[in-house]
């Protein structure tokens, strides 16, 4: 390993680190999802720099700021454009892997379900999940090991029915959305 090949090790050590501590103080209750992202902005800036030239450090830092900002529109739940947003911007940036892929996917579909957007979280579900039992196929005829798809195509189509549910206009039984959440914050308390 080469001196500059040690220093963006360093540097991608140090802001794991820094990340991870941001991305817990920004799930708490008391933070806005507008002054997490400022944080990570300012973060994002500062690390950005301290890559320099290598243009691989400057992506991925990119993509880990992206990612945990979609991670925050989970527990945040900021209006749906904002969703919206942060996914393109993700999208823009590429995936590193399939895994974060078909994470980042789930995180936004699930989005598209808490704002009953099943057509939208529908649109980017299918081609993944399509793809990913292609990969089951293959890995099933080569007699590889199958428990990546397997994993990921449980909880992404867990996700697809529910968005399937909703398009048919039919109730999710324990399924938050912002309706109902809106409807229950403007509900008075009975006494």
């Known amino acids: 390993m080469t001196t500059e090949d040690e220093r963006i090790e360093q540097i991608f050590q140090e802001f794991a680190k820094v990340s991870g501590a941001l991305l817990v103080k920004s799930l708490k209750r008391t933070r806005s999802f507008a ?45 749906f454009q904002t969703c919206r947003d942060a996914w393109n ?9 399939i895994d974060l892929e078909c994470r980042m996917t789930w995180y936004y579909a699930n989005c598209c379900a808490y704002d009953e957007n099943p057509e939208e979280g529908l649109a980017v579900l299918l081609p993944l999940i399509a793809e990913l039992q292609r990969g ?35 109730q999710i039984p324990g399924k938050r959305t912002r309706r109902i959440d809106e409807a229950r914050r403007s509900t008075p308390e009975e006494d």
Do not use: N, W
Request: hydrophobic letters at 35%; proline letters at 2%.
């Open 35 to 79: 002054e997490a992202v400022e944080d990570y902005c300012r973060l994002e800036a500062e690390f950005v720099a301290r890559m320099g030239d290598s243009e691989f450090g400057v992506l991925e830092i990119k993509r880990r700021i992206a990612e945990d900002i979609i991670r925050l529109t989970e527990s945040k739940r900021p209006p």
């Open 89 to 97: 911007a993700r999208v823009l940036l590429g995936f590193t892997d």
């Open 136 to 170: 089951l196929e293959e890995a099933r005829a080569t007699q590889s090991s199958t428990e990546f798809y397997e994993y990921h195509l449980e909880s992404l189509r867990k996700l697809r029915d529910e968005l399937l549910a909703q398009r048919r206009g039919e």
